[in-house]
């Protein structure tokens, strides 16, 4: 993406003092901050589009801060779940199952809410990437504009590939597991697992509706074992333990 500076036959005519290669959160971040503080920026990326799949999520404060910074705040607190919605990190054998036991989250813990409250003017926030990186790259777009040539300076902003599970992106309703202990990660651990996937993660992408499914297998010895739809349909089902529940795959990474 480019803020300025193409010509009509697509040929660059301008050099930029900053080049960011990779337009994730923290390449469009900078791209923004930079294009606010009026350094010229060309920030490119090797997709066509923002990010397609949820992937990163949950913002500490700190992080938010950053982005109140870039005054992006109060339009992203449209799209981000607050910390009440990741009061809890449950563990249990199914969704419908005996619960281990839980804990709180993300700044919830009564009697230590108050100093995450204290500590920052911003909120921990549930915030999937796929719904921030539109807004992120949107808003450093518009941040663009003409500037004098200095050196150029590259900066490569790209993520570690985190590839030890399978994530299965879907849509079922779980709200009925979620009433009483609303939580952003909601592991499931059971011994009828198959090794492909021995444990398990229902991670919120919006409440309660849509998640990101992590299914982690028992040895990461580099094996790669790609399971069939169906059999991710059925560990599904397993995870959940109600047949009744109806589920919708949106991809699979
Ligand atoms: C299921 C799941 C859950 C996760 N949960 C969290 C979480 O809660 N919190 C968290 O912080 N992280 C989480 N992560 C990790 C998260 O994806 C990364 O933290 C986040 O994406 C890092 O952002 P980034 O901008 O550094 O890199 P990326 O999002 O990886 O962005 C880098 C961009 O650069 C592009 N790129 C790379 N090389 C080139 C090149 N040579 N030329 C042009 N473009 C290039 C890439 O295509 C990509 O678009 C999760 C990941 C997964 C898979």
Redesign the pocket.
Known sequence: MHTDGMSTTGQMDEVYPVLI????????TLALHLGRLGIKTLL????HGT?N???????NQRAMEVLRDARLEERLSEVACDAAHMAHTPWSDKLNGTEYGRMWSWGNKPGKKHRYEMASPCRMSDLP?SYLEPILVGEAAKAGKQYPVLDTLGI?????Q?NT?L?VHIQADLSRYMENRPGSLNWVLNTEAPEWSAAGNF?MVRPWNEW?V?MHPANIDGRSFEPTNEQIQGRLKQMVGDNDVEFEILSS?
Request: net charge positive; glycine share 12%.
């Open positions: 290669v990779g337009a994730g959160p923290a390449g469009a490119i990326s090797k997709h990010a799949t949820p992937r990163a999520h949950i913002f990437q490569i902003v790209d993520g570690k985190l599970a994530n991670r990101l992590s990474f």
